[in-house]
């Protein structure tokens, strides 16, 4: 069974700071990692699907990566903003292309 | 482009009584999912379908919860009798197919079991 982990649970910084967050999964045999954006009260909103042939995808100041053999993703933020504040999610697609999701990360940027 | 669209944003309920949600996914897509968010958690798969067929269900808890795609577009997902533990955001999503497609999320459904 497909375990997500997410790494910081909350992570705040002060604006303009780069920052990665952590996402680790225990099933390499994954078909694409997908990050999602979640606000208060809100549904997701998509960020960045990494296919499981690829290594990273860029949106802007959004970069992720992926590393199926050590069963890794990271998400790199460059230039954070107030805005950026929100919960990170990632999510593993796996067989049925289901997605299993971790707990996500709660970004504060502080102005 | 529209988005999913999900109604209502709330709902509260008493408990043993029964609660219906509805979903309209992107135009176009053929796989509809049906995901329950408790508060703190990641969402989980209840249901996926694949036009107005179900693809995976094995997490759904049958005895109360039970979902429908007829005609392969709209989706009503309802439970009843619904228990205090249901409390939750109910998130709809779709995708063009199956095959590593990105999937979409409508805004939720945040239901309140008293």
């Known amino acids: 069974k497909q375990e997500v982990t997410q790494i910081p649970a909350a992570l705040s910084v002060p604006e303009g700071e780069n920052l990665v967050l952590n996402c680790s999964f225990t099933?390499?045999?994954?078909?694409?990692l997908q990050w999602f954006r979640q606000d208060p009260g809100k549904g997701l909103t998509s960020l960045l699907l990494?296919?499981?042939?690829?290594r990273e995808q860029t949106s802007g100041r959004l970069n992720a990566s992926l590393d199926k053999s050590s069963g890794r993703s990271t998400l790199y933020i460059a230039a954070s903003q107030p805005g950026d504040s929100a919960t990170y999610l990632c999510?593993?697609?796996?067989?049925?292309?289901?997605?299993?999701f971790g707990k996500g990360t709660l970004l504060t940027v502080n102005p | 482009e529209a988005g999913v669209a999900q109604s209502p944003r709330y709902k509260i309920i008493e408990k043993r009584q029964s609660v219906a949600f509805w979903c309209n996914p992107i135009?176009?897509?053929?796989?509809l999912y049906w995901y329950q968010q408790i508060l703190g958690q990641g969402p989980k798969l209840l249901i996926q379908?694949?036009?107005?067929?179900?693809?995976?269900d094995s997490q759904l808890p049958k005895d109360r919860f039970s979902a429908e795609r007829l005609k392969g577009v709209d989706s009503t997902l309802k439970i009843q009798p619904a228990k205090l533990e249901d409390s939750a955001v109910y998130l709809c999503?779709?995708?063009?197919?199956?095959?590593?497609?990105?999937?979409?999320f409508g805004p939720g459904t945040r239901l309140t079991v008293l």
């Open positions: 999510a593993s697609g796996g067989s049925n292309y289901k997605l299993t």
């Open positions: 135009s176009g897509h053929a796989t």
């Open positions: 379908f694949q036009n107005n067929g179900v693809v995976d």
């Open positions: 990494i296919q499981s042939s690829q």
């Open positions: 999503a779709s995708s063009f197919g199956l095959a590593g497609n990105e999937q979409f």
């Open positions: 099933d390499s045999a994954i078909y694409n």
